[in-house]
């Protein structure tokens, strides 16, 4: 790999992951380079650790709407059927996800794209693997509505909701207006702001407890900032951030060997705009431990997997087997508690 020769070059570059590893290890080494083949010297430095940090402290939230947004987050009747919940897809006793390559909505309709995790949810910029949601509440509208989710709509669950025992009494007491949809979407969204995932073994490492961490997690994680994943992957959820490609380094849609689907497209389908295509918000590794299998389109079903896939598409460089092992092992340091859990 060559070496990027200077600051604005490296600024230029940020799509090009490689490149800007390389930025970022000879800022670390004052301008030294290094030789594709030799073993890597590993600083201290104190500017990539910033680059992820802590899960995010989570806001003053009303209790009482995380309680209500809770029940409507495990509620069918917010299905056509009152089949399927919200935590239908996004168990809290799987990492927020259903665990499965793609969602089964009402009926047994397949989905076409993998579950992300709700967890830390509130802390990623856009919703959706394309970012078509701006928000959380947003966001609601998709699955109550998309036939092979929930298949229902808004008159539909309000009256459902409207006839149960408690719903009316709880609305009113925190909505002038009682059940109203933007309500449930303001409950949900409360509840969803509410999944942060404290303490875990990694975020206790950042807070200065440097023996938490064994030899080999710290030199994965070493590796996750010289190698450049943190260039994408960084920020309090590892990610959530912004939007890259899937494929910088090779094309991964074609190596794939299944016929592209229109949830292959990312950002383009949103935009309509093609250096948007296969451009994808790029996923919090948060938890990540529990949320496979991984990708849009759940092809990796192990971390070792994905990661591997990672090195390839995203940085263009293969990974010895022990720095495989090593960025997974810190990768599973991103667990944290998981209030939700029942
Ligand atoms: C049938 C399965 C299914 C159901 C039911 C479902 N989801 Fe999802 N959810 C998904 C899938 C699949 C995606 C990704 C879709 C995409 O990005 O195009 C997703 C995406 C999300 C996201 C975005 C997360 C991110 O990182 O971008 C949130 C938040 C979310 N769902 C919350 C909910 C809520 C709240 C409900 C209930 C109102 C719900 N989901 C119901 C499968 C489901
Ligand atoms: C150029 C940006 C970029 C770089 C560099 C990068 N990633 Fe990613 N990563 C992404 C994007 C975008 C996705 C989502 C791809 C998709 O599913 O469409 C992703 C997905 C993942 C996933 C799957 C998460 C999930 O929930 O499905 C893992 C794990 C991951 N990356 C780890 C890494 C590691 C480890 C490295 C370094 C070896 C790395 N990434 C480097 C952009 C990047």
Not at 89 to 94: Q, V, Y
């Amino acid at each position: 790999m060559k070496k990027s020769s200077g600051a604005i070059l490296c600024l230029t570059t940020l799509a090009i992951s490689g490149l800007l590893a390389s930025c970022f290890f000879s800022d670390a080494n004052h301008g030294s380079s290094r030789a594709d083949a030799a073993p890597l010297a590993l600083p201290a430095t104190h500017i990539l650790e910033e680059s992820v940090q802590p899960v995010l402290a989570v806001p003053n939230l009303d209790p009482n709407k995380i309680e209500l947004g809770k029940k409507l987050f495990h509620d069918g009747r917010l299905s056509h059927d009152n089949t399927i919940a919200c935590a239908t897809c996004h168990s809290l006793d799987k990492g927020g996800t259903d665990q499965a390559v793609h969602s089964t909505g009402i009926g047994g309709a397949q989905g076409g794209i993998n579950s992300p995790t709700v967890l830390n949810s509130g802390a990623n910029f856009v919703q959706f693997w394309n970012g078509r949601a701006a928000t959380l509440e947003d966001q609601v509208n998709g699955p109550t509505h998309n036939p092979k989710e929930m298949g229902s709509d808004w008159p539909e669950i309000i009256g459902k909701l409207s006839k149960d025992e408690q719903y009316p009494a709880q609305f009113a007491k925190l909505y002038s207006d009682g059940v109203q949809p933007a309500n449930v979407r303001d409950a949900i969204a409360t509840f969803e702001r509410s999944l942060s995932t404290p303490n875990s073994r990694f975020d206790k490492y950042l807070a200065g407890d440097e023996n938490i961490l064994t030899t080999q997690e710290k030199h994965g994680y070493r590796l996750f900032k010289e190698y450049g994943c943190v260039s994408c992957h960084q920020g309090s959820n590892v990610g959530g951030n912004m939007y890259q490609q899937f494929g910088v380094m090779a094309n991964y849609f074609k190596d794939r060997r299944t016929p592209e689907t229109d949830d292959d497209q990312g950002r383009f389908s949103v935009t309509k705009r093609e250096q948007d295509r296969h451009v994808f918000r790029v996923p919090t590794l948060r938890n990540v431990a529990l949320t496979g299998p991984y990708f849009h389109d759940g092809t990796a079903t192990t971390l070792p997997q994905a990661v591997e896939v990672m090195a390839k598409y995203q940085l263009g460089r293969p990974l010895a087997p022990g720095e495989l092992v090593d960025i997974v092992m810190f990768l599973q340091t991103l667990t944290g508690d998981q209030k939700g859990k029942s």
